[in-house]
């Protein structure tokens, strides 16, 4: 059955996490918005979720909430992760501060930050939500939309004035765009994959590894995460090869993975009792980059968060980004009204070469933290940065810090890492402790290269 609905609203494909807060952005514009989603309403379905799915949410992020209001309900269930704490295979841990001042990065909950976002889109009038709607067909030229109620398998055909495709890396409204002429696209997957498992809590609910931070199991070619949950467990991520000695594929019994894990991850084993049927049931899922352009058609469509974006999770930026996507197209409308045209042309000029440069540092970052995060010169040249940044404030930023704690635009923070990375590489060999940072030499060459600068 099909039945034809003439639509004069904005029309937001995708009610995820950026897809709901842009509705919010537009409504506060005053526009009448449309959200369509193909899975059902998360706060209705009644399902807990069987796993709780962390993101680390960061400046980026947190301006973008704020923007429509709802930073500070967010912050009642957010845990601040001030460091990182590297477990060695001994169980040895070093940790690392991730900014000044007691800066954190904070986990919260996929899930819950996707409900606090729908509830309050819900308490707005102007946007009309609408679920169990998945979009099968866009057709660009006569601004029709082919949507199926995937409970009642009913189709319905709408048209469409502006469509903002916010449906994610393997979006549909871009499927459509990827069929015209002269549209630029790529993706390309890592030969790694990932598997979510737990870290339970203690039996008062109790976290049982350090609270406050992001712990990391650096190995080499593969790596483990932990971010805290409310509930006192922690959502780990397994980064792991595909293939090869030690990889998903080598992994086949539950014998296997215990021992694994008592070889490489034994601090962890003990606290992880649901191990073999987590690693067995819960999905092995794959890390892409996916980049396209342009991101706009006209003043009829245009994309927004993975759905232009996609890139790996190591630098803990897609979904900030993506939140970024909206500040920046807030910003655009209250500079051009609603001239759509104007806006998704500057929007699209603005974030493109800010968002590759975010695809290259989460790639970058994928080897600093399963590789390098574990070698004592490399931690020692991050003492070292620090201190100049405390001795130089107004020159040097770190670039986690750039990226992570600062407004500023991506590739400029890459540019700059780049240039700092140089000057590193030019320092370091006069340092062998943290102490030589205060010898003169070490002092003046600090000074010529700030000079330089
Ligand atoms: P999505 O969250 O994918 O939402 C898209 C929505 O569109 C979904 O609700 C989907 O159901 C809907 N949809 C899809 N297709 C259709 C269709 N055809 N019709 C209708 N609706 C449709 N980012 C961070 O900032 N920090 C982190 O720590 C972090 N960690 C991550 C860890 C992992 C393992 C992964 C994979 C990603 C991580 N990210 C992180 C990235 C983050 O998850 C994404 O960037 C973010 O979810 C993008 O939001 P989005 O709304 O654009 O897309």
Request: proline share 5%; with cysteine.
């Amino acid at each position: 059955p099909t039945s034809a609905v003439v639509n004069e609203a904005l029309t937001v494909m995708g009610g995820g996490l950026v897809g709901s807060l842009l509705a919010l952005y537009l409504a506060r514009h005053g526009h009448t918005v449309d959200v369509f989603e193909r899975r059902e309403d998360l706060r209705r379905s009644g399902l807990v979720e069987a796993r709780s799915i962390n993101l680390a949410l960061s400046d980026r992020g947190w301006r973008a909430l704020e923007g429509v209001g709802i930073a500070d309900a967010v912050r009642q269930v957010a845990i601040p992760m001030h460091q990182r704490i590297m477990h060695d295979a001994r169980g040895q841990l070093t940790a690392q501060p991730y900014g000044q001042h007691n800066q954190a990065i904070y986990s919260v909950s996929r899930a819950g930050l996707n409900r606090t976002l729908l509830d309050l889109v819900e308490q707005e009038p102007r946007v009309r939500l609408h679920f169990n709607q998945q979009c099968r067909r866009v057709d660009l030229r006569t601004r029709t939309l082919e949507l199926l109620h995937t409970e009642t398998g009913v189709t319905q055909t709408r048209t469409y004035e502006h469509l903002f495709g916010t449906d994610g890396a393997f979006s549909a409204v871009r499927g459509a765009m990827q069929k015209t002429e002269r549209f630029n696209f790529s993706q390309h997957y890592l030969d790694y994959g990932y598997k979510e498992l737990t870290i339970e809590a203690g039996p008062a609910g109790e976290w049982r590894l350090e609270k406050h931070a992001l712990h990391i199991w650096p190995r080499g070619q593969y790596m483990m995460i932990a971010l805290p949950n409310l509930d006192g467990s922690f959502n780990c991520t397994l980064f792991f090869p595909y293939e090869g000695p030690a990889s998903f594929s080598s992994l086949q019994t539950p014998e296997q993975v215990r021992a694994f894990f008592q070889e490489v991850f034994a601090d962890a084993l003990p606290l992880m009792p649901n191990l073999e049927q987590e690693f067995f049931e819960n999905p092995t899922s794959s890390l892409v980059t996916i980049r396209c352009y342009p991101w706009s058609m006209a003043d009829e469509v245009v994309l927004l968060g993975d759905a232009s974006h996609a890139i790996v999770p190591f630098y803990g930026q897609g979904m900030n980004a993506g939140f970024e996507d909206c500040t920046i197209l807030d910003s655009l409308l209250q500079e051009f009204g609603p001239d759509w045209g104007a806006v998704f042309r500057e929007f699209q000029q603005r974030r493109k070469p800010n968002t590759d440069a975010m695809a290259d540092l989460a790639v970058y970052n994928f080897e600093e933290m399963r590789d390098r995060v574990a070698d004592p010169r490399f931690l020692l040249q991050k003492k070292i940065e620090s201190k100049i940044s405390a001795q130089y404030p107004d020159q040097w930023l770190p670039l986690y810090s750039q990226v992570t704690f600062s407004h500023r635009p991506y590739a400029e923070a890459l540019a700059n890492g780049q240039r700092q990375e140089q000057i590193m590489q030019r320092l370091m060999p006069l340092i062998q402790t943290e102490a030589d940072y205060d010898r003169p030499e070490v002092q003046q060459q600090v000074a010529a290269e700030m000079a330089s600068r």
